[in-house]
C-alpha cells in the first residue's frame, strides 16, 4: 500500500470524479484507476460501486472505512513534517481555509497579504462558503480552518472569536420599507437568517426579493436603488448619507470566529490564528 494511491482515492472520493482527480494531483486518468485498483487488492475489498448507470463516483461501504482512515494517515504525515519544518523555524505546506461572504470579501485580503509576506513558503487555498459548508468541510477534514459569522453547533470544534460586526438595514432614501423589493441572501447565510428575523419582528412581508449570494452584488444592488437589505457596517460606510437611509442599526450584532477541530488541530491553521492575532488589527 503506498501513499500515492491513498491520497489518489482520497481525492477521489472528494471530487467524485476521475477526471477532477486527474488534473487536481496532475495525472493521468488512466493512472488514477491503477491506484485505485492496486489499493482494491491490497485491502481485499471494491472500494467503489461500478455502476454504469451511476453519475460520478459511488463509494463502498468498505470504501468509506478507507477513505476515513486514509484521510488520518494523511493528516498525520502533514503533520509531522510540519513539525519537522517548524524546528527548524520554517513553516511550510498548505493551509486550507474555508471562508463565509463577508470575512472573504471584506477581511481576508489584508490578513493574507500580513500571513504570506511573513511566511513565504505556506500555499494557502482559500475557499468561499456559506455557513453550514463550511460546518460540513470541518466535519470530513476538507478544510484546516473555518472562518465564520456567528457560531457553529459542530461538536468537537474549538471556536475563537477574531473580529465584531453589525448589520444594518440600508436603502435609497425613495424606497418604502413595506413596497420595496428586498436584497437577501442565499440559503445557509447567517445574513439572510438575520434579516428574516428581524422582517419577521417588523411584521414586514416583502413584496419581491432578490436573492444573490454575494455580499459584493447585495451591495451593488443597493447602491443601484434596485432594492432594499442587510449589509455590515464595513460596507454601509461607503454609502453617500444625502441618498440613502439607515432603516436601522444592528439588527443583529456578529461575532467572527475561527473554527478549527479541538482534537489534532493543523499547525497552520494554529499558526494563522496565533501570527494574526498579534499582526492584525480588524
Known amino acids: 500500500m503506498k501513499l500515492t494511491e491513498l491520497r489518489t482515492f482520497v481525492t477521489l472520493v472528494e471530487t467524485r470524479h476521475f477526471t477532477k482527480t486527474a488534473e487536481q494531483l496532475f495525472l493521468s486518468q488512466p493512472t488514477i484507476s491503477v491506484h485505485v485498483k492496486r489499493l482494491e487488492e491490497d485491502v481485499g475489498h471494491s472500494l467503489l460501486i461500478r455502476d454504469s448507470f451511476a453519475i460520478g463516483v459511488e463509494v463502498s461501504e468498505m470504501g468509506w472505512i478507507v477513505y476515513r482512515h486514509a484521510k488520518e494517515i494523511l493528516f498525520q504525515l502533514e503533520q509531522m513534517q510540519s513539525q519537522l519544518d517548524e524546528s527548524e523555524g520554517v513553516f511550510r505546506g498548505t493551509l486550507r481555509i474555508g471562508a463565509t461572504h463577508t470575512i472573504h470579501e471584506i477581511l481576508l485580503d489584508d490578513m493574507i497579504h500580513l500571513f504570506s509576506r511573513a511566511h513565504p513558503e505556506v500555499s494557502l487555498d482559500i475557499q468561499l462558503m456559506n455557513h453550514d459548508q463550511v460546518e460540513a468541510a470541518l466535519k470530513h477534514r ?141
Open 142 to 282: 476538507e478544510i484546516d480552518l473555518g472562518m465564520i459569522e456567528g457560531e457553529l453547533t459542530l461538536d468537537g470544534m474549538r471556536q475563537i472569536v477574531f473580529a465584531r460586526d453589525q448589520l444594518h438595514i440600508i436603502g435609497a432614501m425613495h424606497l418604502a420599507l413595506e413596497d420595496a423589493t428586498w436584497i437577501v441572501r442565499e440559503e445557509g447565510s447567517a445574513s439572510r437568517y438575520a434579516l428574516h428575523r428581524w422582517l419577521h419582528a417588523s411584521s414586514i412581508v416583502p413584496a419581491r426579493t432578490i436573492t444573490v449570494d454575494a455580499n459584493y452584488l447585495a451591495r451593488q444592488l443597493i447602491l443601484n436603488g434596485s432594492g432594499i437589505g442587510a449589509l455590515s457596517e464595513r460596507l454601509v460606510t461607503s454609502f453617500p448619507s444625502e441618498s440613502f437611509t439607515l432603516h436601522a442599526k444592528g439588527i443583529s450584532n456578529r461575532t467572527f470566529r475561527y473554527v478549527l477541530p479541538e482534537k489534532m488541530p493543523t499547525r497552520l491553521a494554529e499558526r494563522w490564528i496565533d501570527f494574526l492575532e498579534t499582526n492584525w488589527k480588524g
